[in-house]
Structure formats: structure tokens, C-alpha cells
T-cell receptor, first 110, second 113 residues
Framework: GNSVTQMEGPVTLSEEAFLTINCTYT??????LFWYVQYPGEGLQLLLK?????DKGSNKGFEATYRKETTSFHLEKGSVQVSDSAVYFC?????????FGGGTRLMVKP | SQTIHQWPATLVQPVGSPLSLECTVE??????LYWYRQAAGRGLQLLFY??????ISSEVPQNLSASRPQDRQFILSSKKLLLSDSGFYLC????????????FGPGTRLTVL
């Protein structure tokens, strides 16, 4: 089955700092890859996705590139804001099933 | 557009009491439906998923059960709650033949005392 490894956190950054959250996965077949974000007390929202190798997903200044050769999908943002404070989940999927990493808590300080 | 609802939003129940959490989806037909649990500060654990009415797959053996009495309704139940059942319960749906993206509800915060 699939598995995901992502940095545990918390990751604490100052506003306008550069963000990288690493994600590597193992999967059977050819998964689609997702990053979800969870704000405090809320459900998960899709942040971005990529469905084939070398695709770059992007949204709200966040980016991640599907790297099949390294089985990675690292999340990056050039300049974080306080409002980006949340928990971020990396998730590959095959078929109808998502496999979630443990989540990485990001705290951005003014 | 599609929407997903969960209720109640919060629930406090005594140990040994029954549980019923409801999830409904609007604006789509024949969705796949999922129940997840998230313990405090932890990741998501898939509990049940369903690809059709009356079809339930259980991922983790426990004192919870799920039912799908209608196409867009998914219910999570327990006859007797345990302290360890406390957590944040999330319902999600996906297209039957999509790219795997799941759409999540707002969640139910359950506290068992």
C-alpha cells in the first residue's frame, strides 16, 4: 500500500520567510498527489494537486512539483503570511483512496 | 455546485452512550463517501468508505460502524462510546471516477467524558 513521510514540525517562520515542507511517498501504480491544508477547528481543504510526473500544482502562492524519480512532492512558498498558519497534509492517491501523512504544523509569526 | 454537510458540529457524550453522526452531500450523484477520525494533534485515520448504497468497507476494527441508507447520506454510529473515541470526525466525498481528490466536510468535534 501507499505510505507518506513528511516533516513533523512544528515549523516556525517569520512573516515573509521562504517555506519548504518536504514530502516523500511510496505508492503502487501511478498516484495523483495532493496537498491539503487544515486551519484550526476546520475540515481539510485542497491546496493543490498534480496528476502526472513533472506537473506543478500551484495555488495561493504555494507550489509543488510531482517528482516521480525521487517520489517527492515538496511544498514551497516564497513568502509566507501569518494567515498561512495551519496544518499541511501531503497525500498520494491511487484509485479512490488517499493516504495521508501525519501533517506538518506551520506557525508564522509577525 | 457540490456541498457536504456534517452534524452536529460539536458533541459531548458520556462513556457508554450511543453515537450517531450524519453526513450528507448535495449536488452530485453516486459519490464515494469516507469517514475519518483525527485525534488531537495527529493525522487522519480512515475509518470507513463506501462506493454505493449499503456498501461499506471498514479499515480499522473498533466499536464504530457506518451505514449508507441513501446515495448521499453516510452515518457513523456506535452503540457504546469509549473515552478513546474522542476526536475530530471528518466526512469526505469523491467522484466515483475522478482523480482521487476528496472533498471534506467541516467536521464534528466529539468529546467523550
Amino acid at each position: 500500500g501507499n505510505s507518506v513521510t513528511q516533516m513533523e514540525g512544528p515549523v516556525t517562520l517569520s512573516e515573509e520567510a521562504f517555506l519548504t515542507i518536504n514530502c516523500t511517498y511510496t505508492a503502487t501504480g501511478y498516484p495523483s498527489l495532493f496537498w491539503y491544508v487544515q486551519y484550526p477547528g476546520e475540515g481539510l481543504q485542497l491546496l493543490l494537486k498534480a496528476t502526472k510526473a513533472d506537473d506543478k500544482g500551484s495555488n495561493k502562492g504555494f507550489e509543488a512539483t510531482y517528482r516521480k524519480e525521487t517520489t517527492s512532492f515538496h511544498l514551497e512558498k516564497g513568502s509566507v503570511q501569518v494567515s498561512d498558519s495551519a496544518v499541511y497534509f501531503c497525500a498520494p492517491t491511487t484509485g479512490n483512496m488517499l493516504t495521508f501523512g501525519g501533517g506538518t504544523r506551520l506557525m508564522v509569526k509577525p | 455546485s457540490q456541498t457536504i454537510h456534517q452534524w452536529p458540529a460539536t458533541l459531548v457524550q458520556p462513556v457508554g452512550s450511543p453515537l450517531s453522526l450524519e453526513c450528507t452531500v448535495e449536488g452530485t450523484s453516486n459519490p464515494n463517501l469516507y469517514w475519518y477520525r483525527q485525534a488531537a494533534g495527529r493525522g487522519l485515520q480512515l475509518l470507513f468508505y463506501s462506493v454505493g448504497i449499503g456498501q461499506i468497507s471498514s479499515e480499522v476494527p473498533q466499536n464504530l460502524s457506518a451505514s449508507r441508507p441513501q446515495d448521499r447520506q453516510f452515518i457513523l454510529s456506535s452503540k457504546k462510546l469509549l473515552l478513546s473515541d474522542s476526536g475530530f470526525y471528518l466526512c469526505a466525498w469523491s467522484y466515483g471516477l475522478g482523480d482521487g481528490e476528496q472533498f471534506f466536510g467541516p467536521g464534528t468535534r466529539l468529546t467523550v467524558l
